[in-house]
């Protein structure tokens, strides 16, 4: 079965620092993609950015971007000049290339950006 | 249009109340999803759609049912609920194959 861990429950940073969110996942797939969802506290899942396993290249979208490690499987999700509107809790999420269209959601990291 | 709509934003209802959740996208996607989430929790499968066919059922119960009238609209009507159904209910939508989900805002639903 596949399992996507957040080691961090809760993290907080300063405004206009950056911060990075870890997450580990655990397949013996070989395609995949990862995903990072944001949900503040209007409870709206918005998705942040998308990995496909078979990219080199790291995903980037504006202040956000991934450090995707195939090997080590590890997704990590670095934010930078943190924004008062980037608090909100922050799910790694899996999902298999074929598959049953599923997503293996992480536990989550709630973050809180501090002026 | 991008986005997924819920109706209603927020639902309290008794143990013996009938109600209903409604989903709507005009995305074109063929998979919908109906998705429950309690506090500081991340969200759990219910149901999945696909092509207007209901292709996973993650062991819900039945006062649970989930209906797809058309590929563009997703219900879930709710029947005898216990209060420990209180939650919130997501409905989110994908193409087909492999391709991310896109989430509505979710219906908070309470249950006396």
């Known amino acids: 079965a596949q399992t996507v861990t957040q080691s961090q429950p809760e993290m907080s940073v300063q405004e206009a620092e950056t911060v990075t969110l870890s997450c580990t996942y655990d397949?013996?797939?070989?395609?995949?993609?990862l995903f990072w969802y944001k949900q503040p506290p209007s409870r709206q899942m918005i998705l942040v950015i998308r990995q496909e396993a078979y990219k080199q290249q790291n995903a980037t979208e504006n202040r956000f971007s991934v450090n995707f490690q195939k090997a080590a499987k590890s997704f990590s999700l670095k934010i930078s000049d943190s924004q008062l509107g980037d608090t909100a809790m922050y799910f790694c999420a899996f999902m298999i290339l074929g598959g049953s269209e599923k997503l293996v959601f992480g536990k989550g990291t709630k973050l809180t950006v501090n002026p | 249009d991008t986005e997924v709509t819920q109706t209603p934003k927020h639902l309290v209802m008794g143990m013996t109340n009938k109600k209903s959740l409604k989903c709507e996208q005009h995305?074109?996607?063929?998979?919908m999803y109906w998705y429950k989430q309690k506090a500081k929790k991340p969200p759990e499968l219910m149901f999945v759609y696909s092509y207007e066919k209901l292709s996973i059922n993650e062991s819900v119960p039945s006062r649970f049912s989930p209906e797809c009238p058309n590929s563009s609209l997703l219900n879930l009507h709710l029947h005898a609920l216990q209060p420990e159904d209180s939650a919130l209910y997501l409905c989110?939508?994908?193409?087909?194959?492999?391709?991310?989900?896109?989430f509505g805002p979710g219906t908070r639903l309470t249950v006396l």
């Open positions: 989110a939508s994908s193409l087909v194959q492999y391709n991310e989900q896109f």
């Open positions: 995305m074109g996607h063929r998979a």
């Open positions: 397949t013996s797939e070989s395609n995949y993609y």
